[in-house]
């Protein structure tokens, strides 16, 4: 019996290769050539009006929190609102800045609760940071009110969001920054990548300095111009070496013109999951309107630990997103605060869901679940 894995991602081999050759052929495989054309490509996809191709979305939510904070004035020790419910990139990217993460609880689609949000401002409040959790964009229109009730910036982690639709327009438009992944595992994956897309111009052209060292032309540029490598440049700040790569755009170049036939399959898996364990385990749902990217499906179960061995036992390996934030050391002054954040981290499984999974694939792992959950419940 082979096993089943959470993720596996699909690659266009033979497509994606040629469009690497490209750049080999040309010899230019870092900042420039395919990272501007990846730019367009996918502001044209999402109808963003600002993109800019990053290392990691890691470095994007920095980078955000960084630009917004120079921009507006923000002091160290202000807070930022955030999830406990997420990988901790989302929030280490706050600390960076030496900001404060205060955490709000979530709700059943397991991102930010409004209701919760507002009842942790504060008059050192300056920003929220959502995240969209497995495609989900839960109550993000809420938010995005809230915010513009209040004066807040709106950073949306949209790791898991590329492809993602709220009442067919693409998601990021309601935020003052959102930040896409491509990283290895995600619906459209490179090696590891990201793209951060400011709604202000003029902060779109400041991270393009802040992600090359505070250099404000970077080499590609001074080049392309009129042939001729040029050595003026300017370093207006202490930049970082945060940008992307024509390799891992080529990458992604291939992988977003399948983005939208992908996810649609990641739907119909997960259709086919709703159906196989209509009564059998709680759901985390997805919110009225949102054509989610689907990169997570996601289950509640009770002794979650031990229903995650017994599926272990069948070969079948999900895994857990995520451990609330709140019970590493790093954050523990928050632990006890979120108490709904607190009993999904007990209690979710994220189900395998890619590419390669057939109607099979997904009936072997609903059946296997079901067994867990009744050898467990039987047990304890």
Not at 29 to 47: C, P, S
Not at 106 to 135: H, K, N, Q, W
Not at 270 to 279: F, G
């Amino acid at each position: 019996m082979d096993p089943i894995h959470l993720f596996v991602p699909t690659f266009r081999i033979e497509e994606t290769l040629a469009e690497i050759r490209v750049c080999l052929e040309k010899g230019w495989t870092g900042l420039g050539f395919k990272t501007v054309e990846f730019e367009d490509a996918w502001k044209a996809y999402t109808g963003l009006p600002h993109a800019h191709f990053l290392n990691s979305a890691t470095a994007g939510l920095h980078l955000a929190v960084r630009l917004l904070k120079e921009h507006d004035g923000w002091r160290e020790g202000d807070e930022i609102i955030s999830t406990p419910l997420t990988f901790v990139s989302t929030n280490h990217a706050i600390r960076y800045e030496k900001l404060r993460v205060s955490f709000a609880d979530v709700d059943e689609y397991l991102c930010l609760d409004p209701e919760s949000v507002a009842s942790r401002l504060s008059a050192r409040t300056r920003a929220v940071m959502f995240v969209g959790i497995g495609g989900n964009t839960g109550r993000l229109q809420q938010i995005a009110d809230l915010c513009r009730a209040r004066g807040l910036r709106l950073i949306l982690d949209a790791s898991h969001m590329a492809g993602t639709r709220w009442q067919g327009r693409h998601v990021g438009a309601e935020a003052d920054a959102a930040v896409f992944s491509f990283q290895a595992v995600k619906n459209l994956p490179t090696a590891d990548a990201g793209m951060i897309c400011f709604k202000d111009a003029h902060l779109d052209a400041e991270v393009r300095k802040w992600t090359w060292l505070g250099i404000n032309k970077d080499t590609y540029s001074r080049t392309v111009g009129g042939g001729a490598y040029k050595w003026h440049y300017d370093v207006e700040n202490e930049g970082f070496k945060y940008h992307g790569n024509s390799i891992m755009a080529a990458i992604g170049l291939v992988a977003l013109k399948y983005l939208d036939q992908d996810n649609a399959y990641r739907r119909q898996i997960a259709s086919w999951y709703d159906d196989l364990l209509a009564d059998a385990v709680q759901r985390v749902p997805v919110a009225s309107g949102c054509e989610s990217s689907r990169h997570l499906y996601q289950v509640l179960a009770d002794n979650r630990d031990q229903v995650m061995l017994a599926l272990h036992q069948q070969q079948i390996y999900p895994g857990v997103h995520y451990r609330d934030n709140t019970i590493y050391r790093t954050y523990e002054y928050a632990r006890g605060s979120c108490p709904r954040s607190q009993e999904a981290s007990d209690r979710v499984i994220s189900l395998p869901l890619h590419l390669r999974l057939s109607r099979a694939g997904v009936e072997r792992v609903a059946d296997g679940l079901k067994q867990a959950l009744r050898f467990v419940a039987s047990s304890t």
